[in-house]
């Protein structure tokens, strides 16, 4: 069964940077598209980033220049670097594997 565990969320400071990290396991076959989601009190889950397998990315407009989606296909690994983190960053990240499993989710608060 392939599980999706996220590391890296925490509290910073605005303009400060975290990384966050996601592990594909228990996975026999290559996952394709990666994600980073994440959702806000009160607010719908929304797109972060997210990579295909070949690198491909695509951004939310609203992170575009301050997040950078990454993976390693050798280790089933997709990271998001988060730079120039603001207050309306805060929510809970999830990483998502080909738009079917979930991770947990980890907290990133961002304060003012």
């Known amino acids: 069964q392939v599980q999706l565990v996220e590391s890296g969320g925490g509290l910073v400071q605005a303009g400060g940077s975290l990384r966050l990290s996601c592990v594909a396991s228990g996975s026999r076959f290559s996952i394709n598209v990666m994600g980073w989601y994440r959702q806000a009190p009160g607010k719908q889950r929304e797109l972060v980033a997210r990579i295909t397998r070949s690198g491909s990315t695509n951004y939310a407009d609203s992170v575009k220049g301050r997040f950078t989606i990454s993976r390693d296909n050798a280790k089933n690994t997709v990271y998001l670097q988060m730079n120039s983190l603001k207050p309306e960053d805060t929510a809970v990240y999830y990483c998502?594997?080909?738009?079917?499993?979930w991770g947990q989710g980890t907290l990133v608060t961002v304060s003012s």
């Open positions: 998502n594997a080909d738009f079917i499993l």
